[in-house]
């Protein structure tokens, strides 16, 4: 009965190492206690009592010392040899023993005999810094007892002496902890370098943990054993002088460290409208919580754009610029000056609204404004550049780290149901209304499960299903190219009807109604289609959100074609009015000149009401693009408040007399348009985007609706809508939504990027007017501010000759880095499989005991009376016993048993671990007697 | 040692207290007051009803279970050792809990304690094993009414398939070490008790 006895012998093994382990634990302990009582912790009550009881603590304790050891050296001696002729035992036990034993041979009780002595003179200094803390009075007191301790400490080498003789006799017993203190004392300084490297480097390697790119276990593993380490070894380093500036050290980093934890939860605490987000997110999904925290990121993002534009731009011009009505580009014309402040005008963002900071018309050429020579117009161009740049980087990088997060755990669906089983409930909730989300959280992330799980199980006619995905794809590239021509017909059409004077209301408004209808009706048809399909909700929205995206397309596209064209005709315009200008200034100098016959005199300047000017159509476009989002903002909000909240109203208090059932039936409540949402924020941000060039005052105006609409939209969610029939979970990474974000950004950048660098800016107004090109303001500040050789070496840089390698490298870079990725991809797939394979096998290799006992079962329920067979049979079940069976016992010893196997095979993988304890300390190899070796504390008395 | 009226924590009980559950001296003072605290009936000892008045507890799912972990089995009055034992398994385990003695008995709060205590909380009749029946009750209370009978089923029958590998339609505990074995056991159930 080899197994039986293996048992014993453990049991046997633990409870004396527990009996020895948990006194000299104690004295650990006490010691601690000491030290914090020394530290002067207990205010008034209790303390002296407290004292006194530690004082006759530790007499006793040391006292009791000796013969304890002696008897646990003599205990462990049958044990282990019990231990020696089986296997199983030796190899929890051995690489301890081993280690210990080598150790305790060599120097034998010398290390014990150290480490009393330490103790001692640190109760000494213990009593000593009690001692002046406290009054006088305490003080003799104190004086006292250290003089006690030390004849005791006297008495106690005798002792001792005779404890390490006995030891020596039986030189191969030991006590596991007394070895570990054994080798903790005895080490010559040049291995407490080396202890304390290897200290700093575990420590490194905790702190860093995280970022290693290894499998969960093995970091588990590492943290583990490197955590032990430091625990069994930071104490031992601080022996002797550093001790205290050692202690104080580590516990101002564990200071540190807790403020950081606490840092970073006051940082997640700060976190936005994150209470908001899960209060949705727990009745809704995580899909209706996506758009939500895509909002809230966008806010964030526009914010940013905010600082810059506002601090960069708007408050320099209304600080240190010229004030409004200096000159003619700031001030209202004397013919629209009656209506200027009509409400009308100002709600069509013209009058006032036209000739202020909000938009690009009102800026200054001056090269440098006020006493800092702000160069303000260099300013305006860079931070419209900027924005683009920030904005693209921005996205691109939240993208990358989503994918990051994304091919982490997202497939990692081992034991979903049970996690969501065992972890889902959060036992610090003690708020009721809490409570009721988390209710709601656990249902919906349940419901999700469920829709996911059944989505894997759909065992399907796999023809019919791809025939008709084919055939939806179909449909609805011929809706999207139907809609696209009709768009392109209607563009053209009023094109033509822009040049008639007789149009009926149809006429005029034919473009719009049809752009509205038509982003009305294709979003239903979609989803119509997209029925047919089938896919997984989740997959499904992907596709509706790519297809509406097509759909919106053919609107931004025919808006900035009619924007385009009047720009063109706003271009050839101005050249007449710049004419005109000119001449008439002409005019009114020569009309001067000849009133008051004096060539000398300087004229007075012209009203700047009165002066002519162009239309300035950056101005003009600004308007549009501010005029488009104000609206944009007018109709979501009033379809949230009509669609959701009327509806919602209605079918609640009009059910009591109704004829049918309104809430399950017809109308019912909406649910929130996941998709429509995103596509809306999304353009309205490509509007942004391209509009924030001609009007800067576009991108407060979005934070403003950025943040109520996140006000706005959580409370309309939560009080009109329902959740989806399905609820499904959203993928991680939001990068969907950031790849149609990117593409607008990209489709947005374009035109920007064309006007900025092709087109001439109008004469009189704006930071560039007066320039070739907008661009020139670069070229200008190059050359009149930089160094002449900044000059030429931008010249060779714009040099074709240099552009087209460079393009070259990059693309060659980028083919390179796609490569990589693509080989990385196919690793990691790779290396999933053999993850899933492995735990295939594993999972294999256990059921197949189990396979033999489902006939035994079926056997079982053949037989008429089963609940006296025992459940299951013995046999197939008896290979994993010894694994089971500990656990399954009594807690404490069962897990006594369990850890016992894993610490050691936990400490046993790393050499370092071992490597400088196992070792026997070379310098005092035949040292001299015992504390001779003992180079820093005080001579042996 | 019976459960004393006064107010005062005698010094070796404190001793024997923190020996057993590895509590500081303050932190044991703490929760004493915060026992006597609860103790409404003054007596010593805390009822269930006492525990009920914890509203993190009032409205937890497991709650009831939980208030049973603090007694011991067939009784109904937990005295401050009792309530030390149980909260000890509560205790973080610190950096430098000593290390040298992991043969030694296993404190309340390692890892496996940790756990076993929260299989206890699913564990309603104490064989060791969690049927089905048990993980329905405990859904029924998680989920309420939200879903239907016939989904808490399926979600009970996909949770033991998850996690049974010995085929017995239960979780045994070493099923359920295994299942959480990549949860954080020792954060999360780990309560930062002043010191």
Redesign the interface.
């Known amino acids: 009965m080899p197994r039986k006895r293996d048992a014993a012998a453990m049991d046997d093994?633990?409870i004396e190492?527990?009996g020895d382990?948990?006194d000299?634990?104690?004295g650990?302990?006490k010691r601690r206690?000491n030290r914090?009582q020394a530290g002067g912790?207990g205010a008034a009550k209790?303390r002296g009592?407290?004292k006194k009881?530690d004082s006759e603590d530790e007499d006793e304790e040391e006292e009791d010392e000796a013969p304890r050891g002696r008897r646990g050296a003599n205990k462990k001696k049958p044990a282990k040899k019990r231990g020696g002729d089986d296997d199983d035992e030796s190899e929890d036990e051995g690489p301890k023993r081993k280690r210990g034993g080598g150790a305790n041979k060599k120097k034998g009780g010398k290390a014990q005999d150290s480490d009393e002595e330490d103790s001692e003179e640190e109760k000494g200094k213990k009593g000593k810094k009690r001692g002046g803390k406290k009054g006088e009075k305490e003080e003799e007191d104190t004086k006292g007892k250290k003089g006690d301790a030390k004849g005791k400490g006297k008495d106690k080498d005798d002792e001792k002496d005779k404890k390490k003789k006995k030891k020596k006799d039986d030189s191969s017993s030991d006590s596991?902890?007394g070895s570990?203190?054994d080798e903790e004392e005895s080490m010559s300084e040049g291995e407490m370098a080396q202890l304390m490297e290897e200290v700093e480097e575990k420590k490194k390697l905790i702190a860093n943990i995280r970022n290693k790119p290894w499998r969960?276990g093995r970091r588990l593993t590492h943290l583990r054993e490197a955590?032990?380490f430091?625990?069994?070894f930071?104490?031992a380093l601080g022996k002797g002088k550093g001790r205290k500036w050692y202690a104080y050290k580590v516990m101002m980093t564990?200071k540190w460290i807790k403020f950081q934890r606490d840092f970073e939860n006051f940082r997640t605490a700060c976190i936005p409208w994150e209470r908001k987000i899960k209060e949705v997110e727990s009745h809704f999904g995580s899909s209706v919580a996506s758009y939500f925290i895509f909002l809230r990121w966008m806010y964030g993002m526009n914010l940013v754009l905010f600082g810059f534009t506002f601090g960069l731009v708007v408050i320099p011009e209304v600080l240190m610029g010229l004030p409004y009505g200096s000159i003619p580009r700031k001030t209202v014309p004397r013919e629209e000056q009656d209506t200027a402040q009509d409400y009308s005008v100002l709600m069509d963002f013209n009058g006032y609204c036209k000739y202020s900071v909000l938009f690009y018309g009102y800026y200054n050429d001056q090269r440098t404004i006020g006493l800092l020579k702000f160069r303000l117009p260099l300013s305006y161009l860079m931070v419209g550049i900027g924005t683009f740049g920030y904005s693209l980087m921005l996205v691109i990088r939240t993208m990358a780290k989503n994918a990051d997060v994304g091919g982490g755990d997202g497939e990692d669906g081992?034991?979903?149901?049970?996690?969501k089983?065992?972890?889902?409930?959060d036992?610090?909730?003690?708020?009721?209304e809490t409570?009721d989300n988390k209710?709601?959280s656990?249902?919906t992330s349940?419901?999700e499960?469920?829709v996911d799980?059944q989505e894997n199980q759909k065992d399907e006619n796999i023809h019919l299903r791809r025939f008709l995905r084919v055939l939806a794809n179909f449909l609805i590239t011929c809706s999207l190219g139907g809609s696209g021509y009709l768009i392109y017909f209607v563009v053209k059409r009023s094109q033509e009807f822009a040049n008639r004077d007789d149009l009926s209301w149809y006429e005029k408004n034919e473009l719009e109604l049809i752009m509205s209808l038509l982003g009305l009706v294709c979003p239903m048809l979609f989803e119509t289609i997209a029925e047919l399909e089938d896919y997984h909700p989740r997959i499904a929205l992907k596709w509706q959100l790519g297809r509406i995206f097509a759909l919106f397309l053919g609107n931004l596209y025919t808006f900035l074609f009619a924007l385009f064209d009047e720009v063109n005709t706003k271009l050839e315009e101005e050249q007449s009015i710049k004419n005109a200008s000119i001449w008439a200034m002409k005019e009114y100098y020569a009309n001067f000149s000849r009133m008051v016959n004096d060539s000398e005199a300087t004229p007075p300047p012209m009203n700047p009401a009165d002066v002519i000017r162009g239309p300035c159509w950056e101005t003009a476009v600004g308007i549009e693009f501010v005029k488009l989002t104000v609206s944009d903002i007018q109709v979501s909000y009033l379809t949230i408040l009509i669609g959701d909240f009327a509806r919602a109203v209605i079918v609640r208090f009009l059910n009591y007399c109704w004829c049918w059932d309104l809430e399950a039936g017809f109308p019912s409540y909406g649910e929130f348009d996941i998709s429509g949402n995103v596509l809306g924020l999304v353009f309205n941000q490509g509007m942004i985007w391209m509009g924030a060039f001609f009007a800067p005052g576009l991108v407060g105006i979005n934070v403003l609706r950025l943040l109520s609409s996140m006000y706005y939209q959580c409370w309309a969610v939560m009080a009109t809508n329902v959740p989806h029939e399905r609820v499904f979970k959203a993928s991680k990474s939001n990068n969907f939504y950031m790849g149609l974000l990117l593409l607008v950004l990209f489709l947005s950048l374009l035109p920007v990027v064309y006007v900025i660098m092709s087109l001439p800016p109008s004469f009189d107004c704006g930071p560039f007017s007066g320039k070739e090109k907008m661009f020139d303001v670069v070229m200008e500040t190059i050359d009149l501010d930089l160094p002449a050789f900044m000059g030429t070496l931008f010249s060779y840089v714009a040099n074709p000759g240099l552009i087209i390698p460079a393009v070259l490298l990059m693309v060659l870079a980028i083919y390179y880095l796609n490569s990589v990725s693509e080989a990385y991809k196919n690793s990691n797939m790779e290396l999933k499989k053999k993850m899933q394979m492995a735990r295939d096998e594993e999972?294999n290799r256990?059921?197949n005991?189990?396979s033999t006992?489902?006939v035994m079962k079926d056997l079982e329920d053949l037989l008429p009376n089963r609940s006296l067979i025992p459940?299951?049979p013995p046999e197939p079940?008896k290979p994993?016993e010894p694994?089971?069976k500990p656990?399954?016992t009594k807690?404490?010893?069962?897990?006594?048993g369990?850890?016992?196997q894993k610490?050691v095979a936990l400490a046993s993988p790393n050499p370092n671990t071992r490597g400088p304890v196992s070792r026997p300390p070379a310098p005092r190899g035949g040292g001299p007697g015992p504390g001779g070796g003992r180079g820093r504390g005080p001579p042996p008395r | 040692m019976g459960s004393r009226a006064s107010t005062l924590l005698r010094e070796e009980e404190i001793e024997e207290i923190k020996k057993e559950t590895g509590f500081s001296h303050s932190q044991i003072t703490r929760l004493y007051s915060r026992f006597t605290s609860l103790d409404k009936g003054e007596n010593g000892t805390l009822s269930r009803e006492d525990f009920q008045r914890i509203p993190e507890l009032a409205i937890n799912p497991l709650g009831d279970r939980i208030i049973n972990a603090f007694f011991p089995e067939g009784e109904d009055q937990v005295n401050f050792r009792g309530f030390m034992r149980t909260l000890a398994h509560f205790r973080p385990i610190e950096d430098n809990e000593k290390n040298k003695d992991h043969t030694a008995s296993e404190p309340l709060n390692s890892r496996t304690n940790k756990l076993l205590f929260a299989f206890r909380l699913y564990d309603l009749d104490r064989d060791d094993k969690i049927s089905r029946d048990e993980l329905l009750q405990v859904l029924r209370m998680m989920v309420g009414v939200n879903i239907s009978d016939e989904q808490l089923g399926s979600i009970a029958d996909r949770t033991i398939q998850e996690a049974d590998t010995n085929g017995d339609n239960c979780i045994s505990f070493n099923e359920f070490i295994k299942v959480l074995e990549k949860v954080d056991v020792e954060q999360k159930m780990s309560i930062r008790f002043l010191h």
Do not use: C, H
């Open positions: 093994v633990g190492i527990d382990l948990s000299s634990d104690d650990v302990a206690g914090r912790r209790g009592r407290g009881a596991n902890s570990d203190e969960m955590q032990q430091v625990d069994k930071e104490g564990k081992e034991f979903t149901f049970a996690w089983m065992f972890t889902s409930w036992y610090l909730i003690g708020n009721a409570a209710y709601a656990i249902t349940f419901k499960s469920i799980e999972k256990r059921n005991t189990d006992n489902q459940p299951a079940e994993p694994e089971t656990t399954k807690p404490g010893s069962a897990g006594k369990v850890n016992l610490d």
